[in-house]
């Protein structure tokens, strides 16, 4: 993997032996977004099939649910992670033959997920790519390209395609506190590409709405429920602004995102610890004994999304129906 | 003055001997907070009366006209800066007598406007106390405390007038990027008051808002017009969340913030230098080569506004007349 934290400084790769390693880096954001996420777990579970495929099938299977139980607690909110360790379970368990067998299957299933996240990647940036007009300014929240997937990206897909496709489109990118994956990552990626950014704090996104420099928002996902799309903090925020000015807002994931069989909608968000808040460069820039309230994530209505760029094309909320098979 | 950008490491005082000292400092943002900006333009003019005071009056309005024009180009969005500015001119042109009766008038006016400013904030104080009630937690945005002010607070001040009544109140302070005044200034004068708060992202307000952890939101501002507030940038995000989620939203303010005979309601926006956002504790975290848009302030359209706090009393948007003496 790359070492996502240690980005834009150093561009290192970073190898695990074992699947705890891998919830360690899920933990710790040396890996994130939620694509990358759940390819990332699943090649975590085939880290811990491989390594007990000597054993007896019943023994294997139970050294994977070992495995898949660390590595579900590693984050709450992405749901890609519980949709990738629930896939490859299901297929370790209808696997047939012995241990080695087994652990072939689960190696494959985990590739297939990695596979097929690159090819809905594209796909959506092919049906988002339609939205784009030529000379558009895209306004996105924290990372969504090749570092948040596991190739091209959710959110950042259609801005590539189009770019790829001759339309003049620009970016506006959000620092997205308290992690600034917009600052260090989606900059990073777009000075690659040669595709225009301009950096915003998270806070001007509403005043860069109202004076109607963004004619199109794009953001990715953690979970989408029937009621809400869980996203990076401070989505909620640009939702109402866009909506508030009629600038479109559009959710760009795969279909491994969508966790519409939950009937609650309920969404567990991740409050994480209050350093990534109190302390910036490893300096501490906030006064000593003042508590933090630090969720990772917040809820935008579904109302509030003009349409879900999905692999299979463009949905809006009320045809959910249309990823029912999911 | 404080100054306010070794906070809250430092607590140092700094003087100043002429008004260019002065224009420099709230450039710099060594003092800010719209009514402090407006007092210390004025001591800026006391400084530049009393250094001319031996002059014949016409050569000392000259000179006054200059350090004038010096000290409106040091920040150009808060309207205290010019009221203030044009109230002590004002007088400066109505006094009789020779250069040191005049000097004496502008000295005096630039008092008088600095102690108007302390009677408002407790009268703001006094006034947006009622709307407060036990146990409610307030958002605020930005510093609006004795930093901001000349003392006492804008929004600060009836979350201390609620507390020093005995109510139990309860804040949530929004770290402000990119300069951090949420997190470096309103934390440090809540601790020192001993009120309880909160820190988040900005990007978490619209969470804190949909879940139910806010009662009232409360700011300050920079500027108000007939149709919009100027306020620090991310003030139109909370106040879009808290009118979608039904929790009132205020803004407190003394009149010299009011600037009501502006037809147009133009307010120019300051844009700030792309380091405040790139660097941050001297470290640069954003890649070379990434272009900055740093709105210092956004406009709030007046309709988002529950109430205007001021020392006047609680005036709703559609009552601006009640300020038209303003």
Known sequence: M?????????FTYVNFKNYRQVATAIKGMVVRGA??????????????????????????LQELEIAAGVLRLSRPTAWNLFWAIDRVMRRAKEASGDGTEVAAAVVEEAMKIAEEEVAASHSIGEAGARLIEDGDQVLTHCNTGTLATVSYGTAL??????????KKVKVIATETRPRLQ?????TYELLHDGIPVTLIVDGAA??????????????????????YVANKVGTYLIALAANANNVPFYVAAPSST??????SSDVKIEERN??????????????????????AFDLTPVELVQG?????????PDRFDAMSLL
Do not use: C, S, W
């Open 2 to 10: 790359i070492d996502q934290t240690q980005l834009p400084y150093h």
């Open 35 to 60: 694509p990358a996420i759940g390819a990332a777990a699943a090649m975590g579970l085939a880290l811990a099939a491989n390594a007990n495929r000597k054993k007896p099938k019943a023994r294997l």
């Open 157 to 166: 897909a259609p801005i590539r395609t189009a770019a790829a496709q001759g």
């Open 182 to 186: 917009g600052a260090k990552l989606t």
């Open 206 to 227: 509403g005043y860069a709405l109202k004076t109607g420099m963004v004619q199109k928002v794009i953001v990715g996902a953690d979970r989408i429920t029937k009621k």
């Open 258 to 263: 969508f966790d519409l069989r939950n009937e």
């Open 274 to 295: 209050a350093q990534e808040i109190t302390h910036i460069a490893g300096k501490r820039i906030v006064p000593r004994g003042v508590p933090v309230f630090n969720p």
């Open 308 to 316: 879900f760029i999905t692999e299979r094309g463009v949905i809006v």
